[in-house]
């Protein structure tokens, strides 16, 4: 390995990845593990987290599932704790953990409305803080990874609550960022556009999903999660090391599509 591909290594790093039982998160997960971090895997759904880690072993990694639910202040702890206790701290947070069902601005319930803003701004800002205090009173560097969205930054129709809760991420990645600087704690977003995953599953193999992806995307085609793992690792490791506040988008150019 050269001196300059070594600065995108997370070798020698605790990676916190929430939401990992599926899409971005399980990937990324994978890919941190094969960058050399020793990966701990939070969601829900911990059977499923049983699975990427024994698939992270086979590979050669190191993987810890832990049970969390981001919504929940004693959960997080709980998952830090135990990560603390087998891994060491956590130098880097993939805070990827997050919900996407759509709904018409005229008939969000109350319900609803908690809902989406508690997992996807709430719990972005509690598992950010968690991690923060953790390495300020270890007195390490460390960097936070928040999956934003492009809907952080422009709207689409049916989405008022999520594109909310995304907006809320990227101001609090730059908030943060703004804060934590003099504690060598980096914070930064990436925007992702679409891609396959169970979130967004089903309509783009529609006649309409198929003509929003052609009159839509600049670059004509979805993601593949496999393009998310420059944007992650730069941000992740030391290659990013001057970094910070910064929201990467990573969408075939839909941001930037004529108005
Ligand atoms: P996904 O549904 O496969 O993954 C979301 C994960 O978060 C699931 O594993 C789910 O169980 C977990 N999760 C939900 N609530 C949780 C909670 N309270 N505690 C812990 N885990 C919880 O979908 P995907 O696409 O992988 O989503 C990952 C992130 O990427 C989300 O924040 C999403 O908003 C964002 N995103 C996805 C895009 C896409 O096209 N797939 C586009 C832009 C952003």
Not at 2 to 25: D, H, M, N, P, Y
Not at 42 to 66: K, N, S
Not at 174 to 186: H, Y
Not at 206 to 231: T, V, W
Request: aromatic letters at 6%.
């Amino acid at each position: 390995m050269t001196e300059r591909s070594q600065r995108f290594s997370l070798a020698g790093k605790v990676v916190l990845v929430t939401g990992a039982s599926s899409g971005i998160g399980a990937h990324l997960a994978r890919v941190a593990a094969a960058s050399g971090a020793r990966v701990v895997v939070g969601a829900r759904r911990i059977e499923r987290l049983g699975q990427l880690a024994d698939e992270i072993h086979a590979q050669g990694g190191e993987a810890l599932p832990v049970a969390l639910d981001v919504t929940d202040r004693a959960s997080v702890e709980a998952a830090f704790d135990t990560a603390q206790t087998c891994f060491g701290v956590v130098d880097v947070v993939l805070n990827n953990a997050g919900i996407g069902n759509g709904q018409r601005a005229l008939e969000v319930s109350e319900d609803d409305w908690r809902s989406m803003l508690a997992t996807n701004l709430d719990g972005v800002w509690r598992v950010a803080q968690c991690a923060a205090q953790r390495l300020v009173a270890a007195g390490r560097p460390g960097s936070i990874v928040n999956i934003a969205s492009m809907l952080g930054i422009r709207v689409g129709a049916g989405y008022s609550h999520y594109c909310t809760a995304k907006a809320g991420v990227v101001q609090l990645t730059k908030a943060l960022a703004l804060e934590l600087a003099r504690r060598g704690i980096r914070v930064n977003a990436i925007a992702p556009g679409y891609f396959i995953t169970e979130m967004t599953d089903g309509y783009f193999d529609s006649e309409h999903g198929r003509q929003y992806i052609q009159d839509a995307i600049p670059m004509r085609r979805l993601g593949e999660l496999s393009e998310l793992d420059g944007p992650f690792l730069l941000l992740a490791s030391d290659a990013g090391s001057f970094m910070t506040g910064s929201v990467l988008a990573v969408d075939g150019g839909h941001l930037v599509n004529g108005l």
